[in-house]
């Protein structure tokens, strides 16, 4: 069963443009991450949101965590090429492991 | 500072060969997970070592998979009988403490013929 709902899957947009990921779930989790992986090798951590609408940035990459800690985006302004890659979101649920999102694939064209 | 380190990086076998894949955490975290992962896909966990604890093997797939793992360090994945449908990266993770930030291998590509 999948908990982390993530959309879209696939997106491909110009240069410049500006876009938005979501990742939803009926859960409350504890935290949640977003990590990017490039072809080849395992995902990296972006970012970890822990409070309830929290809002964290980093250079064009903006995070949010919903209010009641379901729900979490992400927002690129002006895209990159190098930011082409596989975002995925991750939730804690204090299990002790992660539940992984399905993914958003990123294609940025110049 | 080594990363986490899996072996071999690529994989390819017959129908019904077994296979076994290792994993190198960082040293000194206590958490290690294995996950699968299809082409263009999220990750698929597969099961979780914390320590001395049971390991939490509630996503592995069949019972043609099993893992192990030596105190806090090497674990190893391995897939008896192998299918077709088992053809994926299996990516290695570890962290310093339960869900903590999971740092990656590079993984390892399994290719069933």
């Known amino acids: 069963t999948q908990l982390l709902e993530q959309s879209p899957q696939f997106l491909s947009i110009q240069e410049g443009e500006n876009l938005t990921v979501y990742c939803n779930s009926s859960s409350v989790f504890s935290s949640l991450q977003w990590y990017r992986q490039e072809p080849g090798e395992g995902p990296v951590l972006l970012v970890t949101?822990?409070?309830?609408?929290e809002v964290k940035k980093l250079k064009r990459l903006t995070f949010q965590f919903g209010d009641a800690r379901k729900d979490s985006s992400l927002h690129i302004t002006a895209a990159q090429t190098g930011d082409t890659g596989l975002y995925l979101c991750?939730?804690?649920?204090?299990?002790?492991?992660?539940?992984f999102g399905q993914g958003t694939t990123l294609q940025v064209k110049p | 500072g080594a990363g986490v380190s899996q072996s071999p990086s690529n994989k390819v076998t017959e129908k019904g060969k077994d296979v076994e894949l290792r994993c190198d955490p960082i040293?000194?975290?206590?958490?290690l997970y294995w996950y699968r992962q299809r082409l263009g896909q999220g990750l698929e966990f597969l099961i979780y070592?914390?320590?001395?604890?049971?390991?939490?093997k509630s996503g592995l797939p069949s019972d043609r998979f099993s893992a192990e793992r030596t105190g806090e360090s090497v674990s190893t994945l391995t897939i008896q009988r192998t299918q077709q449908e088992d053809s994926a990266v299996y990516l290695c993770?570890?962290?310093?403490?339960?869900?903590?930030?999971?740092?990656f291998g590079p993984g390892t590509r399994l290719l069933v013929l």
């Open positions: 991750a939730g804690a649920m204090g299990t002790g492991k992660l539940i």
């Open positions: 993770a570890s962290s310093s403490h339960p869900e903590g930030t999971q740092y």
């Open positions: 949101v822990v409070t309830g609408g």
């Open positions: 070592f914390q320590g001395n604890s049971a390991p939490d």
């Open positions: 040293s000194g975290h206590t958490a």
